[in-house]
């Protein structure tokens, strides 16, 4: 791995060779180490693995959030430049200091968004505000984050998505979809171009505990480009305050998945026989299983029962090695319950080697034609789990492929 060190100081250089210090406006010292400089209040030491990707080996979590905030600078998520001014302002070694400084650059993106809308320039406060999003999304990553801190930053994020879909064309509307009685989810709802008849809509979901908002960015574009409306949609209720462990132990979580698809084939603007969801990063088969449960939708993109199939094999293994004897679990059920067409994709680097998912999906395929598999290669990018490097050209394939079966 490279070593690259941020910290203050500075002295000039040619930065013509060097596009990382060009991006950083700092200084770099040539030697056994790179050592590249840019203003900060603190020495952050981070790595660039073989992939390219930044690395600090002492927080891996942080590692892959800062992936993700910069992959979103494509989708207009982020901006490359903030992204590695606010890292070269980080302490690791500060248990407070990824918080504050995320925050810091999403208080700037919100308050900048602010002022170009007191000025009558939407489309800059809409891009500022989609780059609060992020900010704040990182800011609150952290597992061992104090709790008001976490609850400060979800409660900006919905902020800022709020005065997005205000002031978005065609605006958006912010919805609460009843689940259980205890909990109401909230969702997005983006329409596609007004037309004399109702639009297709693809639900956009991640993984329980994951914020719907960053699909403001990462998925509206591709749908609104090809005439679909958007819902987008998550696990965490329709408050900031609300439990995970609540969500998760009211209800199976696939229940939710009718809940969706209930409120939009209810609207007069959706054609209710052109409703597609697509399960965002996928590393659990709920998604799936609440598709097989409902014959509605016309198309979907999720893992299609891969890791359901994946944990049973691995249960009866560790069972067999231990000598016991299991009563027969069968194989999943669910790809072969789901009765529209079927799209799996993941990434060579992903958690599940591609071998593995390749045999997967043979297995439980059963013969259906209308089931594709895509494997993201490493010399193409999109190749980390959840497509994470590169979201961007993972979301145009999913979209294209949305857009020729829903019409």
Same mark, same amino acid.
């Given at each position: 791995?490279?070593?690259?060190?941020?910290?203050?100081?500075?002295?000039?250089?040619?930065?013509?060779?060097?596009?990382?210090?060009?991006?950083?406006?700092?200084?770099?010292?040539?030697?056994?180490?790179?050592?590249?400089?840019?203003?900060?209040?603190?020495?952050?030491?981070?790595?660039?693995?073989?992939?390219?990707?930044?690395?600090?080996?002492?927080?891996?979590?942080?590692?892959?959030?800062?992936?993700?905030?910069?992959?979103?600078?494509?989708?207009?998520?982020?901006?490359?430049?903030?992204?590695?001014? /606010?890292?070269?302002?980080?302490?690791?070694?500060?248990?407070?200091?990824?918080?504050?400084?995320?925050?810091?650059?999403?208080?700037?993106?919100?308050?900048?968004?602010?002022?170009?809308?007191?000025?009558?320039?939407?489309?800059?406060?809409?891009?500022?505000?989609?780059?609060?999003?992020?900010?704040?999304?990182?800011?609150?990553?952290?597992?061992?984050?104090?709790?008001?801190?976490?609850?400060?930053?979800?409660?900006?994020?919905?902020?800022?998505?709020?005065?997005?879909?205000?002031?978005?064309?065609?605006?958006?509307?912010?919805?609460?979809?009843?689940? /259980?009685?205890?909990? /109401?989810?909230?969702?997005?709802?983006?329409?596609?171009?007004?037309?004399?008849?109702?639009?297709?809509?693809?639900?956009?979901?991640?993984?329980?505990?994951?914020?719907?908002?960053?699909?403001?960015?990462?998925?509206?574009?591709?749908?609104?480009?090809?005439?679909?409306?958007?819902?987008?949609?998550?696990?965490?209720?329709?408050?900031?305050? /609300?439990?995970?462990?609540?969500?998760?132990?009211?209800?199976?979580?696939?229940?939710?998945?009718?809940?969706?698809?209930?409120?939009?084939?209810?609207?007069?603007?959706?054609?209710?026989?052109?409703?597609?969801?697509?399960?965002?990063?996928?590393?659990?088969?709920?998604?799936?299983?609440?598709?097989?449960?409902?014959?509605?939708?016309?198309?979907?993109?999720?893992?299609?029962?891969?890791?359901?199939?994946?944990?049973?094999?691995?249960?009866?293994?560790?069972?067999?090695?231990?000598?016991?004897?299991?009563?027969?679990?069968?194989?999943?059920?669910?790809?072969?319950?789901?009765?529209?067409?079927?799209?799996?994709?993941?990434?060579?680097?992903?958690?599940?080697?591609?071998?593995?998912?390749?045999?997967?999906?043979?297995?439980?395929?059963?013969?259906?034609?209308?089931?594709?598999?895509?494997?993201?290669?490493?010399?193409?990018?999109?190749?980390?789990?959840?497509?994470?490097?590169?979201?961007?050209?993972?979301?145009?394939?999913?979209?294209?492929?949305?857009?020729?079966?829903?019409?």
């Amino acid at each position: 791995m490279r070593k690259v060190v941020l910290e203050s100081g500075a002295d000039s250089i040619d930065r013509s060779r060097h596009s990382l210090q060009a991006i950083l406006d700092g200084r770099y010292r040539s030697g056994q180490d790179q050592i590249f400089r840019a203003p900060a209040t603190s020495t952050m030491k981070f790595e660039f693995n073989r992939e390219g990707g930044v690395h600090w080996p002492e927080r891996e979590d942080l590692s892959l959030e800062f992936m993700r905030v910069l992959a979103a600078a494509q989708d207009g998520g982020s901006t490359v430049s903030e992204c590695w001014l /606010t890292a070269s302002r980080i302490d690791i070694a500060d248990d407070n200091s990824w918080y504050r400084e995320w925050a810091r650059t999403a208080d700037v993106n919100h308050e900048r968004g602010a002022t170009a809308l007191a000025e009558g320039n939407l489309p800059t406060a809409r891009n500022n505000w989609l780059r609060a999003i992020t900010y704040y999304q990182a800011a609150g990553h952290p597992f061992d984050l104090m709790e008001q801190n976490r609850q400060a930053s979800i409660a900006a994020m919905r902020q800022c998505a709020a005065n997005y879909l205000r002031h978005r064309e065609p605006s958006g509307e912010i919805v609460a979809i009843p689940w /259980t009685s205890e909990v /109401t989810l909230q969702g997005y709802y983006l329409p596609a171009r007004a037309t004399t008849k109702p639009a297709p809509a693809v639900i956009c979901i991640g993984e329980p505990g994951h914020h719907k908002e960053e699909y403001l960015f990462k998925m509206a574009r591709h749908a609104f480009e090809r005439g679909m409306s958007l819902l987008a949609v998550d696990m965490l209720g329709d408050r900031p305050n /609300t439990s995970f462990e609540t969500i998760i132990g009211s209800r199976k979580l696939e229940s939710a998945i009718g809940c969706f698809m209930d409120y939009l084939s209810g609207r007069d603007d959706v054609d209710d026989r052109r409703i597609a969801i697509m399960a965002d990063g996928w590393s659990s088969s709920f998604v799936a299983r609440g598709v097989a449960a409902d014959s509605r939708f016309a198309a979907a993109v999720c893992d299609g029962g891969i890791w359901e199939s994946h944990e049973r094999s691995f249960l009866m293994r560790r069972a067999a090695a231990r000598g016991e004897i299991l009563p027969c679990m069968g194989t999943s059920r669910i790809m072969r319950s789901i009765g529209c067409p079927l799209l799996i994709t993941a990434g060579e680097r992903g958690w599940l080697q591609p071998e593995r998912v390749a045999e997967l999906v043979d297995r439980l395929k059963a013969g259906r034609e209308d089931v594709t598999l895509k494997i993201f290669e490493s010399a193409e990018t999109a190749a980390t789990q959840g497509h994470a490097d590169n979201p961007t050209l993972a979301n145009e394939f999913i979209f294209d492929w949305l857009a020729a079966r829903l019409g």
